[in-house]
């Protein structure tokens, strides 16, 4: 199975800060991952697909890059909104999909 | 508006079975992948099972493989979930997702899912 290694698990950053964050592979993925944002007690909401590509309607402040097994998630300039958790995804091989462990984004 | 509505949460005894349903409105749901992903209290995402568009191609978590169950039925918008012999570590939201192929970009709202005596 294909292992998603997510770092780092959680961080304090500010409003207007950049934050990355950082998904590996255990293996190459090619393009196949996908970034997900979760906010307490909601369903994950997809922002990022095929590593690089913004879903309709997310904000451009939002942006992902990398393949193989090295991915990259971007906030350029955190919005009070922003504070939740994040999660990478791949869809390489089924079975099965596997998440990363999250990173979970709090207010400095 | 696509909407993917859950039901059939609750509590249930270890052993026991419960069976989820996910009714859909606002796309073709016969066009679609769609997948199960559950969230331990606390905990990340896990994916559990697809299904591919026709039903005839249907993947599982190995945690879960001989005791759910995948299934659709495309002329009533739904899709499924049969869980047998539950477990406490079954215990979760479980979320329905169109797609698990590719991406997966609309989710419900979940179900919660406890399982203990």
């Known amino acids: 199975d294909i292992q998603m290694t997510q770092s780092p698990s959680s961080l304090s950053a500010s409003v207007g800060d950049r934050v990355t964050i950082i998904c590996q592979a255990s293996q190459d993925i090619s393009n196949r991952l996908n970034w997900y944002q979760q906010k307490p007690g909601k369903a994950p909401k997809l922002l990022i697909y095929?590593?690089?590509n913004l879903e309709t309607g997310v904000p451009s402040r939002f942006s992902g890059s990398g393949s193989g097994t090295h991915f990259t998630f971007t906030i350029t300039s955190l919005q009070p909104e922003d504070f939740a958790t994040y999660y990478c995804q791949q869809h390489d091989n089924l079975p099965p999909l596997t998440f990363g462990g999250g990173t979970k984004v709090e207010i400095k | 508006e696509v909407q993917l509505v859950e039901s059939g949460g609750g509590l249930v005894q270890p052993g026991g079975s419960l069976r989820l349903s996910c009714g859909v409105s606002?796309?073709?749901?016969?066009?679609?992948?769609m997948s199960w992903v559950r969230q331990a209290p606390g905990k990340g995402l896990e994916w559990v099972a697809s299904?591919?568009?026709?039903?005839?191609?249907?993947y599982y978590v190995d945690s879960v493989k001989g005791r759910f169950t995948i299934s659709r039925d495309n002329a009533k918008n739904s899709l499924y979930l049969q869980m047998d012999s539950l477990r406490g570590e079954d215990t979760a939201v479980y979320y329905c997702?169109?797609?698990?192929?590719?991406?997966?970009?609309?989710w419900g709202q979940g179900t919660l899912v406890t399982v203990s005596s």
């Open positions: 997702a169109r797609g698990g192929r590719t991406k997966m970009p609309h």
């Open positions: 095929a590593a690089s």
């Open positions: 606002g796309f073709s749901f016969s066009g679609y992948w």
């Open positions: 299904i591919n568009e026709d039903g005839n191609e249907k």
